[in-house]
């Protein structure tokens, strides 16, 4: 059974920093590219970054290009997202996802977490 669980989501001052962290079961990480989405209250849900599984080759939405780090330990079978200089607008659910290939559409993605809340106060 394919399973996604994130976790470090939180309530953080703006300027501040956070990592979140996606772990995977139930399937070898090693194959799939990963995602980080975020659904802002009231909005569609987007995408914040991907990580390739060949040559770990990232893509970043342009709102979060050189603040945001999207990292992966295949041994642990995690993905990380580390996020830092947060702005208010960075507020949502954040969301780990996992398919064959990076793409910015979430309907291109067979599995999903539950999601992690982040919270980032003016």
């Known amino acids: 059974q394919v399973q996604l669980v994130e976790s470090g989501g939180g309530l953080v001052q703006s300027g501040g920093s956070l990592r979140l962290s996606c772990v995977a079961s139930?399937?070898?990480?090693?194959?799939?590219?990963s995602a980080w989405f975020r659904q802002a209250p009231g909005k569609e849900r987007e995408g914040v970054s991907c990580i390739s599984h060949t040559d770990h080759t990232t893509y970043y939405a342009d709102s979060v290009k050189g603040r945001f780090t999207i990292s992966r330990d295949n041994a642990k079978n995690t993905v990380y997202l580390q996020m830092s200089s947060l702005k208010p607008e960075a507020t949502g659910v954040y969301y780990c996802?996992?398919?064959?290939?990076?793409?910015?559409?979430?309907?291109?993605?067979?599995?999903w977490g539950q999601g992690t809340q982040v919270a980032v106060s003016s």
């Open positions: 139930g399937f070898t990480a090693d194959y799939y590219a």
């Open positions: 996802a996992t398919d064959s290939f990076c793409s910015r559409h979430e309907d291109e993605y067979e599995y």
